[in-house]
């Protein structure tokens, strides 16, 4: 399995991003799909998940309103809608994936196997 990570950029504060995470190697409708994100000099903290199913979503409470996650399966291929975006959103953004994660578990890195190499989000003021 790998992941590819893509979108990621400068953006003015206010403005909006749409990251990528391309699986390929096996079909992504049977992983779930986090993102995660670490900004400089701070740990790597969850953002967002999505359940293989598509049936359940969560959202860290720090971007709650502001972000959506979504996939297609049919294009191997999960999201990260940003929008309202804020200085401290950023970060360098990651995507994981798992075939094996619980639904009490979508927001652990732990719980993830596969992850992409990352992509800089920066949000100017």
């Known amino acids: 399995v790998q992941l590819q990570a893509s979108g990621g950029g400068l953006v003015q504060a206010g403005g909006s991003l749409r990251l990528s995470c391309a699986m390929s190697?096996?079909?992504?409708?049977?992983?779930?799909v986090g993102w995660f994100r670490q900004a400089p000099g701070k740990e790597r903290e969850f953002v967002a998940a999505?359940?293989?199913?598509?049936?359940?979503?969560y959202i860290a409470d720090s971007v709650k309103g502001r972000f959506t996650i979504s996939r297609d399966n049919a294009k191997n291929t999960g999201y990260l809608e940003m929008n309202s975006l804020k200085p401290e959103d950023t970060a360098v953004y990651y995507c994981a994936a798992d075939a094996s994660v619980i639904l009490s578990s979508m927001r652990y890195e732990a719980a993830y196997e596969n992850w992409g190499q990352g992509t800089l989000v920066t949000v100017s003021s």
């Open positions: 190697g096996r079909p992504l409708s049977s992983y779930t």
């Open positions: 999505i359940r293989w199913s598509g049936g359940h979503t």
